[in-house]
């Protein structure tokens, strides 16, 4: 039996998967740039309520999937569920909006939800996310979505489904709401649990519901395009013609809400139908109401997060080329060539050189074979005769040829051999 475990639905990143990772987050970086955003980097810990002000009371990460615990003074503090609340509130606590126009944000880091754990759902999991607060108009929401897609093309990745909908404002959601309700009254005992609870109070929710039993029961039901504002539905055909403007496809997809209840207008959600029941790898929309709740003046954002263990599932032929192998690797016998070694590597990976040596006192055939497995371009061998001598064998293991140096000038001979 082993003493220590991860707890339930929490991972190791192991050696293998995270040059994956590394390389999704630079090729984030590198796009998100490009776009104009900025790293922010925020807390994994805030006040309960931030998360319950922000995402929803009736939700399911308020419901029931928070981590939350009073610390030592008994103030009630979570472990962030996701990301756009903690962002909302640096914007409002830093008065970012006072420099005006958009300011665009993005995140990376572990979030914390109390879920079932099982194939893309996890009880620690990272997301990537972006926000751009300040402006409205679908042009912004339109550009946040096309960055994303250059992401996915950046990663090599096709055949992604961008599903789109408008889940309206302040003014025309509640009179849909209305018309739901009435459309689903004689139909609440067949609900599943879940939508039973949610019947009342986010009917949006059970139209978005997974089960069958639901998904059958609310086939008909009215869809939420026809109940837009005159505002609302002309700013989601805007963002339909710059979509169409810029060759992105979409599929409308009106039964899709938003789980979190700060969205209006534009949502979106990129589903694959590689990643199984748990088909999301990214998600978001406009929030035009979060960060006047979070006690800022109004203003209009639009955001997403993705998944990065889903989105890894996705990338199944990037794998270990992405390791950076050695540029030199130092094959050494006895005591004294192991000090040179030691010494000399030193010297070369303060020059940025990537070198490896052995501390375990290896045969020459055994440290050879290792050099040869981390696919290593220079081997340098050092033996009893070498230390003595000061020269020893430079080998380029790309064209298989050899050459004695100095191994004092090791330095100068890597880098001029490099290139630089
Ligand atoms: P889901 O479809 O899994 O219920 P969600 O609507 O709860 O997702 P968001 O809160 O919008 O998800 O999070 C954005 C993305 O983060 C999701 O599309 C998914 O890729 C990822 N994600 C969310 N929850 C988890 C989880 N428990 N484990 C792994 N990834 C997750
Ligand atoms: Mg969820």
Redesign the pocket.
Known sequence: MLKFKTIR?VYDVLPGETEKWQYIEKTARKVFDDYGFSEIKIPVMEKSELFTRSIGETT??VEKEMYSFPDRKGEMLSLR??GTASVVRSYVEHKMYAQGGLTKLFYMGP?F?Y?R?QK????Q???I?VEALGLSGAAIDAEVVSMLFTFFGQLGLEGLVLNINSIGCRDCRPVYREVLLDYLKDKVERLCDNCLNRYEKNPLRVIDCKSGGCRELTADAPSILDHLCKVCSDDFEQVKAYFNMIGLDYNVNSRMV???DYYTKTAF??TSENLGA???????GRYDLLVEEIGGPPTPAVG????????SLLMVDEDLSLKRCPDLYIAVMGQEAHNIAFRLAHELRIHGIKTEFDHENKSLKAQMRKANNTGVNFVLILGEDEVKSGRAVLRDMSVHDQEEIAWEGILFEMKSRMGG
């Not at 893309?120 to 009880?123: F, K, L, Y």
């Not at 748990?278 to 978001?284: K, N, R, T």
């Open positions: 639905g399911d990460i569920p996701e979030m939800r879920e754990p893309g759902r996890r009880r999991f990272y997301q996310g938003r789980g979190l959600e990129i748990q088909d999301a790898v990214a998600a978001g997403f997060a993705l998944g990065m263990e889903r989105l």
